[in-house]
């Protein structure tokens, strides 16, 4: 088959899968008395790819547009923390919770640290990736060593984080007014909040630069070296692997460790880059649906910036869509569910589509057999 | 102590029937990690149907929740479909299924719970309200010391699910389909040659699953929430894999396994009320099941009988 062709092929169905969502998400909103058209309409101006009515003072399509790559950049790091752990086999669905672990010790360590701004954005950075990589790094340890299943424990530490966090605002970093944790220093903050450019005022995220960094690395890792190799092997079968020779142990400890540091990235560029604080009690669903921008995006690092991008226009745009087209917002993450469902089939499309192809061969086989007798 | 068995079996019943709906798809062959979506979308339809029907009974009538319980387990059962059709149909991967339907169930919950609300009932409000489920005591042998605080101020629906546990017990263990159910999650090609159809005996077994976790959401929803809404997901339906893994896939074990956490929850509770403790350290003892997990499955996994065909899609081709 041509490289053009295999593609293709890959993207055809994830293409079908967000047609086949949007089709039967505007089937739900025209049956509940909207219009569909307007309502995606107001999804694409909300996330500033398509122009509003009016804006407010300061603002401008471009303001929202860079709210909306501020909104999407730790999508990114936490599609690429499920992919990674994805391709070797292995379910992240810890991603939350280790977006929460990091972004709450960056918090304590450097965001209220008063460190001058070159040195506290690499600090956030580094120990983001440190803490996230140790919470993936147990996953991965407790899965080798004791084989605990991924899935349950990565689920028991999300709740074990997601209290542990709360205790610890509630009793040491509460601001009393916002009842959330005291807001972190500008100089620690990935995101440059309200900063005047041409006479707009717009939050410009420095963390985008790193995840476009983190796409090429995850790209160069997979493809490039032999490590990535090496987990994609135990991904595709790991009694293979382990008779090729590859330590399987190691390989599902470090696929783990290397999807916590991403998801800690993640968790510093939402905690301490999108907002400022965290809230208790709270677990996000970004690691969620990371999982379904990963899986839409076929788990490479570059289809992973364009599910991204798609599956943050429904998240973000899904406020200014209840405005002005009156849909609720919960719908954005109906869409997302449907979309989940079709790429989850991804597979048996794929069996389909190559059988339909081999069918098309035989025949032709057949036909040309005939045309020679 | 009292208050700790009592709080304690209220929880920890619940749990027991949706782990034994866990240990239903399980033995069948199929990795089922969507016990969470499946007692939201219970409790979704239980609660739906409890608050549609409340104006016709008197405040006080059991009645509602009764017609809640029977909707609930056909909720659960309903949306149970959807991961039958995307591993038995489409032969997608269980686990990422699994996923894929506690994350539908969480969104059209929160979504139609709204919808329904504003369209429906005319208020705009992302709940149902239910009431707390009266509590009753068994009169003589709930004054045995000790022993007796297990009869006392029982929810009626904890009476319900011992019922249905057994049923489910016997049927599991004692019968020809529930011998078929194991075999299936064991080597199904035995099944097929014995004249069975595996996805047939697969795709009950989910629906069984989806039935007896609707069941155990919609407990939850009356006795410790008092409504539905999304604070319903708060990873019960994780906690009953923990611990049908820990019973090592067997019922009675896991019903040991379910009442140490919920032993271990209301003892916790217990204690922060006891030393008086601020209540910001209720979220500390919220931690106690969860760890408790962890360390159990640190030394309980290692020799687990997990079911030998868990996961795989049956291939009738396969060898």
Not at chain 1, 147 to 168: A, H, K, T
Not at chain 1, 238 to 266: E, F, N, P, Q
Not at chain 2, 31 to 36: I, P, Y
């Amino acid at each position: 088959m041509k490289k053009g062709n295999r593609t293709w092929n890959a993207i055809k169905i994830p293409l079908f899968a967000i047609l086949c969502s949007l089709v039967a998400g505007g089937v739900i909103i025209a049956v509940t008395g909207s219009n569909p058209f307007r309502a995606y309409y107001a999804l694409l101006q909300g996330s500033g790819l398509a122009p509003k009515a009016s804006y407010a003072n300061y603002k401008n399509i471009l303001t929202d547009f860079f709210s909306y790559v501020n909104y999407f950049t730790p999508m990114i790091f936490a599609a690429l923390a499920v992919a990674v752990a994805l391709r070797a086999g292995l379910f992240n669905i810890g991603v939350s919770g280790q977006m929460l672990a990091a972004g709450f010790t960056a918090t304590i360590l450097v965001g209220y640290s008063g460190l001058g701004s070159v040195l506290a954005k690499p600090l956030v950075l580094l120990v983001g990736m440190i803490a996230g990589g140790a919470a993936g790094a147990l996953i991965g340890f407790l899965k080798f060593k004791f084989n605990i299943n991924e899935v349950v424990s990565s689920i028991m530490l999300n709740y074990i984080f997601q209290y542990v966090v709360s205790f610890l605002i509630n009793t040491f970093y509460v601001d009393p007014v916002s009842r959330q944790s005291a807001e972190v220093s500008a100089a620690s903050r990935l995101t440059l909040m309200d900063t005047p450019v041409g006479g707009l005022k717009m939050d410009i995220p420095l963390g985008v630069i790193f995840a476009a960094l983190a796409v090429v690395l995850v790209w160069f890792l997979f493809e490039k070296t032999r490590l990535g190799y090496e987990l994609k092997a135990v991904g595709c079968s790991r009694s293979a692997a382990r008779y090729a020779g590859i330590r399987v142990g190691k390989c599902m400890v470090l696929s783990m460790t290397i999807s916590g540091m991403l998801a800690g990235l993640a968790g510093v560029s939402y905690y301490l880059g999108y907002v400022g604080s965290i809230q208790p009690k709270v677990l996000l669903s970004t690691g969620f649906d990371a999982i379904a921008v990963s899986l839409l995006g076929n788990n490479n690092p570059f289809g992973i910036i364009f599910s991204t991008m798609l599956i943050s226009l429904i998240g973000k745009g899904s406020t200014y869509m209840k405005s002005t087209a009156g849909v609720d917002s919960e719908i954005a993450s109906v869409i997302t569910g449907i979309i989940l469902l079709f790429s989850a089939c991804n597979v048996y499309m794929k069996w389909k589509l190559e059988r339909r192809r081999q069918e098309k061969l035989n025949a032709k086989d057949a036909q040309n057999g005939q045309g020679g007798v | 102590m009292d208050i700790i068995i009592i709080d304690g079996l209220s929880f920890a019943l619940p749990l027991f029937i949706m782990a034994i709906g866990g240990i239903y798809c399980e033995k069948s062959g199929v990795t089922m990690l969507a016990v969470e979506g499946l007692q939201g979308f219970g409790a979704f339809a239980g609660a739906l149907a409890a608050v549609a029907v409340s104006g016709i009974f008197a405040g006080n009538s059991p009645v509602p929740f009764y017609i809640a319980m029977v909707f609930a387990v056909a909720g659960g059962a309903v949306f149970a479909l959807i991961h039958a059709l995307l591993c038995l149909r489409f032969k997608a991967n269980q686990v990422i299924s699994g996923v894929v339907v506690n994350i539908m169930a969480m969104a059209m919950t929160a979504y139609l719970t709204k919808l329904l609300n504003r369209v429906i009932f005319g208020a705009a409000s992302d709940k149902f309200v239910l009431t707390v489920s009266s509590k009753i005591t068994i009169p003589v042998i709930s004054r045995i010391p000790v022993l007796g605080a297990v009869f006392t101020n029982l929810y009626p629906f904890e009476l319900v699910i011992v019922a249905v546990a057994f049923i489910a017990w016997f049927i599991m263990y004692r019968t020809r389909f529930g011998m078929h159910l194991r075999a299936c999650g064991d080597n199904p090609h035995a099944v097929d040659a014995a004249g069975r159809n595996v996805n047939k005996v697969r795709l009950s077994a989910i629906v069984i699953c989806g039935g007896l976790s609707g069941l155990g959401g919609i407990c939850f929803a009356y006795s410790i929430s008092a409504n539905f809404s999304s604070s319903i997901y708060v990873g019960y339906g994780y906690l009953a894999i923990a611990a049908l893994i820990f019973g090592n896939w067997r019922i009675l074990p896991t019903l040991g396994a379910c009442l140490l956490f919920g032993f271990a929850r209301s003892g916790g509770y217990r204690l922060v009320q006891v030393l008086q403790m601020p209540s910001s350290f209720q979220d500390l003892v919220m931690i106690l099941p969860y760890v408790l997990t962890l360390l159990l499955l640190v030394f309980f996994s290692r020799q687990n009988g997990a079911p030998r065909a868990l996961g795989e899609i049956y291939d009738k081709g396969a060898r």
